[in-house]
């Protein structure tokens, strides 16, 4: 049974601060987050918008089209969970208005979850003929202000849907995965911005990378050359060009020219590139930029896809490009939304950036800013208030 992605939506909040002007207020070479990492811009929620409003409107505009019928199962994925025992599924699950019968459970491990959700969804699935099951990634990337890590911030949700009639993207089922206890980014429980040991992940990612390969080639029994294009989670778009030559040299291949980086992983930069990190929706946002914006028709090619998690979780895996996905993919509007993003001043970044969720629990409202159909409006008596602002036509 051909099981895999049937359809998938990113959303990026509607504000974004352009990193030279982050370098310049920081005394910092333009050139060394521009080129040295390969970041340009980075998203900024506002104080009324969290993971679960950027998540349920990412999930809202292929509801929106394909309705809600068969979905018995939503997975939420992030590591910027608004409550230590309720899942972000349940609040995403009354936002959508989704089937009664349904599971939902948050599912946290870094930048990992996500495609543990997917792979989790993929068995459901098959279990579950005819049934759909909706992924949900959403997190902020929050780093201390003047930290090494600032300017790889970001915020982002991806919404997708798993099927046993994939319109994308069929799921191989092969698959590496490499587990090990280490302390290269962590976020204490009292801790709201993470913390990170930036040289020493970049040298985990690239090695469990490899020990992730070793597996998934042994099981699979394909090889570099029979992958057409490549993925990968993007805490920065730099390290994708690190792990590709990291790949080649382990596959024996030469290390890839500019020219084959650009071709191999080019495409699957753009969106990451001007959002910055979005930690579990990284890997499927560098995915739909991929589908969206190669000119090659990528029909019934091989997609290799590298998904990590510090502490620390990583996965390689497949996927086959289905005929015809370009017709079934959200193209136009993700180019729109981010089109019609608000540029901020650093001022105005440092401001929301210090701008805390109250947490005494009494009631509270929010000022409005720019959001999708949804934004936490408040608080009353410890209990988050969501509102929808708009509905969108189903």
């Not at 969970?81 to 019968?101: C, E, I, N, T, Y």
């Not at 949900?136 to 915020?155: F, N, V």
């Not at 991929?290 to 895996?317: A, K, N, P």
Request: charged share 25%.
């Amino acid at each position: 049974m051909p099981i895999g992605i049937d359809a998938l939506s990113f959303y990026s909040p509607a504000y974004f601060l352009d990193l030279k002007n982050l370098a310049v207020a920081r005394n910092v070479d333009p050139d060394k987050y521009i080129v040295g990492i390969g970041q340009e811009r980075m998203s900024l929620s506002p104080p009324d918008e969290d993971v679960v409003t950027m998540g349920a409107s990412a999930a809202r505009r292929i509801l929106a089209r394909d309705g809600t019928e068969g979905i018995e199962l939503l997975l939420f994925a992030t590591e910027t969970g608004v409550d230590q025992s309720k899942a972000g599924a349940l609040f995403v699950h009354g936002l959508l208005d989704l089937p009664k019968r349904c599971r939902g459970v948050e599912l946290k491990q870094a930048c990992y979850s996500g495609t543990a959700a997917l792979q989790l969804a993929t068995a459901w699935v098959a279990r579950n003929p005819g049934k759909r099951a909706l992924i949900i990634a959403s997190d902020i990337a929050r780093y201390d202000l003047r930290s090494p890590g600032e300017c790889t911030q970001g915020a982002g949700a991806i919404a997708l849907i798993v099927s046993e009639t994939p319109r994308l993207l069929v799921i191989d089922p092969p698959s590496g995965y490499v587990a090990e206890d280490v302390m290269d980014f962590w976020r204490p429980n009292y801790r709201e911005e993470a913390l990170v040991d930036g040289p020493y992940s970049t040298r985990v990612y690239l090695h469990t990378l490899t020990l992730a390969w070793q597996q998934y080639a042994a099981l699979s029994k394909l090889g570099y050359r029979d992958h057409h294009r490549f993925c990968y989670h993007l805490p920065f778009t730099r390290i994708a060009m690190k792990a590709q030559s990291r790949l080649a040299r382990e596959c024996g291949e030469p290390i890839p020219s500019e020219e084959d980086l650009k071709r191999l992983i080019g495409d699957s930069l753009m969106y990451n590139r001007i959002t910055g990190n979005t930690y579990t929706a990284s890997l499927y946002e560098s995915l739909s930029a991929l589908l969206d914006t190669s000119i090659v028709s990528l029909d019934g090619l091989r997609v290799g896809l590298f998904s990590y998690g510090s502490g620390c979780m990583g996965e390689f895996f497949s996927g086959t490009v289905q005929p015809g996905y370009r017709s079934h993919l959200f193209a136009e509007e993700h180019r729109q939304m981010l089109d019609a993003r608000t540029e901020l001043t650093l001022g105005q970044y440092e401001d929301i950036f210090n701008l805390m969720i109250p947490r005494d629990g009494e009631d509270h409202l929010f000022a409005q800013y720019r959001t999708g159909p949804f934004r936490l409006s408040g608080i009353s008596q410890h209990k988050r208030v969501y509102e929808e602002l708009f509905s969108v036509a189903k």
